[in-house]
């Protein structure tokens, strides 16, 4: 299933939020799908089995959560050059946007100048003009957003509207174990050497580790 980023409405100003989706991609998303590939080709996961899914929750989801929170602390502090912003980190922009402007929401109401031709003055508000020839960028986007036959002439952040939209249903997953299977399975688990390493060889490992221990429960 393809992210399928959401480049919709005046496209020219999603160019910023494909940005961000290369830096998710490379610093944090690449090698978690690239761990669930491998373990779905060489490791016996099947993505139709509840007991594989709730596994795969037991075993990575508060590991993925403290990955992004990690990613999101280093990406907050990066520096990022741009015609407006000189080598200055996200963090940083944040605050002194809020000592210019105050406190604003999501949406704030635009103030217009009384010599402004209303809305026609915003046509090029936010766009950036370098991001928009940026082979990278649409390079990126091509990727996880396959162009239709009627579109591949154009850029990727040309089309108004996506043939499709993003959806992705996450079930709850139940245990199949007994409190005291989970108890006895995370017991084990935490006795592994590599138990707290990140790297791909251990977080594979601990996933054998793990559908070799309940496999010894039945």
């Keep these: 299933v393809g992210r399928g980023s959401y480049i919709y409405g005046r496209s020219v100003h999603n160019i910023r939020i494909e940005r961000l989706w290369v830096d998710v991609t490379r610093g944090f998303g690449a090698k978690w799908k690239e761990l669930f590939r491998l373990l779905e080709t060489h490791h016996t996961l099947n993505i139709d089995n509840e007991r594989h899914l709730w596994l795969l929750h037991f075993l990575f989801l ?22 407006t912003q000189a080598y200055r980190t996200p963090s940083v922009m944040y605050q002194q946007g809020m000592i210019q402007h105050g406190h604003r929401g999501l949406f704030p109401e635009p103030e217009l100048d009384s010599n402004s031709n209303g809305d026609d003055s915003y046509a090029g508000y936010g766009v950036d003009w370098e991001g928009l020839e940026s082979h990278q960028l649409n390079d990126h986007h091509r990727e996880h957003n396959p162009p239709s036959s009627a579109d591949e002439s154009l850029t990727a952040f040309d089309a108004d509207v996506p ?15 007994s ?17 707290l390493n990140k790297d791909q060889a251990s977080l594979i490992y601990i996933w054998n580790a793990a559908c070799g221990f309940i496999r010894s429960l039945r």
């Design 62 to 83: 508060e590991r993925i959560n403290s990955d992004i929170e990690d990613w999101i602390g280093s990406w907050n502090h990066h520096t990022i050059s741009s015609q």
């Design 179 to 195: 409190e005291g299977g989970s108890q006895a399975l995370n017991q084990h688990l935490q006795q592994i050497p590599c138990f």
């Design 163 to 177: 043939e499709e939209m993003s959806h992705i249903e996450v079930p709850e997953a139940h245990s199949h174990l």
